[in-house]
């Protein structure tokens, strides 16, 4: 004789539990599909979060490196503001020009003073006096002095006191052509100086006219070596030449 399956049950109870078992297992089918809902459900809040998460961050990159990028334009535009000899428009204003006004009283009291190697008046911040020294002694004379006359015909000689002069009635003087290669070359180096002395170029020279003049002269020269050219004595040395 089979035993039943369910042991210890009266035949009522067998009665009563075969009655609540499909009612009992159609309750668990109906929960099934419910807890897929929700698995679900779950599974598109965290693709939702992890989405926002990642676009949060990639914002917050994309943040960072335009603050940096602003940065680097805030610390180039800084540096472009540094007093730079090379660029006068960076120095402060009384300092980017070489100007001694139009007599010599004005120019005395500008500390200004006659430089020989620029043949104008300059003042301090545009001098290298240095180079001017080395200038005055690099010419044909005895202990290398260069000659300077008030002709054409080089008969009627000028000192350094009377060059000076000349700058307030807006004369000139005549020197050999060897004093304006050498002035060419002093100037060379006056604006490579520039970056160890801080001087200032004066803008008479600081243009492409006068290294053509300055190329004339080396690479053509005359027949007669030892001619005398005129050369302008200003005070204001802003002004172009």
């Given at each position: 004789?089979?035993?039943?399956?369910?042991?210890?049950?009266?035949?009522?109870?067998?009665?009563?539990?075969?009655?609540?078992?499909?009612?009992?297992?159609?309750?668990?089918?109906?929960?099934?599909?419910?807890?897929?809902?929700?698995?679900?459900?779950?599974?598109?809040?965290?693709?939702?979060?992890?989405?926002?998460?990642?676009?949060?961050?990639?914002?917050?990159?994309?943040?960072?490196?335009?603050?940096?990028?602003?940065?680097?334009?805030?610390?180039?535009?800084?540096?472009?503001?540094?007093?730079?000899?090379?660029?006068?428009?960076?120095?402060?204003?009384?300092?980017?020009?070489?100007?001694?006004?139009?007599?010599?009283?004005?120019?005395?009291?500008?500390?200004?003073?006659?430089?020989?190697?620029?043949?104008?008046?300059?003042?301090?911040?545009?001098?290298?006096?240095?180079?001017?020294?080395?200038?005055?002694?690099?010419?044909?004379g005895p202990e290398g002095?260069w000659f300077y006359y008030?002709?054409?015909?080089?008969?009627?000689?000028?000192?350094?006191?009377?060059?000076?002069?000349?700058?307030?009635?807006?004369?000139?003087?005549?020197?050999?052509?060897?004093?304006?290669?050498?002035?060419?070359?002093?100037?060379?180096?006056?604006?490579?100086?520039?970056?160890?002395?801080?001087?200032?170029?004066?803008?008479?020279?600081?243009?492409?006219?006068?290294?053509?003049?300055?190329?004339?002269?080396?690479?053509?020269?005359?027949?007669?070596?030892?001619?005398?050219?005129?050369?302008?004595?200003?005070?204001?040395?802003?002004?172009?030449?």
């Open positions: 004789m089979a035993s039943s399956s369910r042991p210890f049950l009266s035949s009522s109870e067998k009665s009563d539990s075969d009655l609540d078992l499909p009612s009992i297992e159609f309750r668990s089918d109906k929960e099934g599909p419910n807890k897929r809902h929700w698995r679900r459900f779950y599974a598109v809040v965290r693709i939702i979060v992890v989405i926002l998460a990642s676009w949060g961050f990639v914002s917050i990159c994309i943040e960072a490196s335009r603050q940096f990028e602003s940065d680097s334009w805030l610390t180039c535009d800084t540096k472009s503001k540094v007093p730079d000899p090379y660029h006068p428009e960076t120095l402060e204003p009384g300092r980017n020009t070489c100007d001694c006004g139009t007599t010599t009283q004005q120019a005395l009291s500008r500390d200004c003073v006659y430089d020989s190697l620029a043949a104008a008046w300059l003042p301090p911040y545009c001098r290298d006096e240095e180079l001017t020294a080395k200038f005055e002694v690099s010419g044909p002095q008030a002709d054409e015909a080089g008969t009627i000689p000028l000192n350094k006191a009377q060059l000076a002069a000349l700058g307030e009635v807006g004369g000139s003087f005549w020197a050999l052509r060897d004093w304006h290669i050498a002035h060419c070359l002093f100037y060379w180096q006056k604006y490579t100086r520039m970056r160890e002395t801080g001087i200032i170029m004066e803008q008479r020279f600081d243009h492409i006219e006068h290294v053509r003049h300055c190329q004339h002269l080396a690479l053509k020269p005359k027949p007669d070596h030892f001619f005398l050219i005129n050369v302008n004595v200003v005070m204001n040395s802003t002004l172009l030449q």
